[in-house]
């Protein structure tokens, strides 16, 4: 076990696997900087499968339990399945999600199933469709992300996490609905709170709709009640919804904006070309493609990444609920995964 600076321990991984999405959702990717003429990481640049694993088993020498596959949106990435595969059985390794926005999941789902993928988070940001498309920047149905739900709770997977991004004035309204939509189902929805990740976003913080102001409007409908989290380092806070004459219903709030969780963050993240980031609204990662390419032994990359967390520091959000005047110059998220 290796801890940063603050004491924290190094738990979690989150790896890129392409930089590239077949949305251009405003808070992420928005078409007017990721534009048809936007150049994007060539092929032969991106960490092959075989490099990945190899990361990965240095990662979980660490201490490294749990490893999200992200992007873009990393359904692009041909034979994704394949990485999986590899990377399941991992020592050390207790769990393996992916997040997506849920567009290629129904023709994937059993795939990843079967691969050994053993959780899915998905992106919904509404079920009005002129909204949904607006949001995502591409025409976009609502039924076409739900049903590839349908189709990974077909395909056997228990947990699926439903992720909406609350922006206010623009799907705020959408919230009550979303949630109404899940109350018969396993799956928890989470509202997370509109984040400065990135620089192309237009980020504004009075289009932060804080967790707490939620809570309380959804409370004067249906008692809400918070649940012991899983883990300290959670990046979300999780509740129970209670209807009458139904199950309680799973809530979650990702609130980085109002309630930063900095000093319990146990999260590390590996780029599509082996930059080590070590912190969401870092500005610059650590590369380790060149050590992969030249044939470094696990232990020599082991020691890399070990050197790197011990002198590890971030604590953004914290700083920003400060008041921190810092400007930063921030690596876009879709270059680094949520």
Not at 14 to 33: A, F, G, H, K, Q
Not at 74 to 90: D, G
Not at 153 to 175: L, W
Not at 318 to 324: A, D, E, I, K, P
Request: aromatic residues 6%; hydrophobic residues 35%; charged residues 25%.
């Amino acid at each position: 076990m290796i801890a940063d600076l603050q004491g924290r321990p190094l738990k979690d991984l989150r790896i890129s696997v392409i930089d590239r999405c077949n949305l251009r959702c405003t808070y992420c990717m928005p078409e007017s900087t990721f534009h048809k003429n936007y150049t994007f990481l060539p092929r032969e640049e991106l960490l092959t499968y075989e490099e990945i694993e190899r990361a990965v088993r240095a990662f979980a020498s660490l201490g490294v339990e749990k490893i999200r596959l992200t992007g873009g949106e990393p359904l692009l990435r041909r034979n994704l399945c394949t990485l999986i595969s590899m990377l399941r059985n991992i020592p050390g390794l207790k769990d393996l999600a992916l997040t997506t926005n849920g567009l290629l999941l129904r023709k994937n789902a059993v795939a990843l199933k079967q691969a050994g993928l053993n959780r899915l988070t998905i992106s919904l940001d509404g079920l009005d469709d002129t909204l949904l498309s607006r949001i995502s920047g591409k025409p976009v149905q609502a039924k076409q992300i739900l049903d590839g739900i349908q189709a990974a709770q077909d395909a056997g997977f228990e947990t699926i996490k439903i992720n909406m991004m609350v922006q206010r004035g623009v799907n705020d309204h959408e919230i009550e609905r979303v949630l109404d939509h899940f109350q018969h189902t396993p799956h928890e929805v989470r509202l997370i709170e509109f984040m400065d990740v990135g620089n192309t976003n237009d980020w504004n913080p009075d289009k932060v709709v804080p967790s707490q102001t939620i809570r309380e409007k959804l409370n004067k409908q249906h008692p809400i009640q918070p649940r012991e989290r899983g883990r300290k380092s959670d990046t979300s806070s999780s509740y129970l919804m209670f209807r009458p004459d139904n199950p309680p219903q799973k809530l979650g709030f990702i609130s980085s904006i109002s309630e930063p969780f900095c000093g319990e963050c146990t999260r590390a993240r590996l780029s599509a070309i082996g930059e080590v980031f070590t912190c969401l609204f870092a500005n610059s990662g650590t590369s380790i493609r060149q050590q992969l390419r030249a044939g470094a032994t696990e232990e020599q990359l082991s020691q890399t990444l070990e050197q790197l967390w011990n002198a590890r520091t971030d604590q953004y959000s914290m700083n920003r609920l400060v008041g921190s005047k810092e400007t930063v110059q921030k690596v876009e998220m879709s270059y680094i995964g949520g």
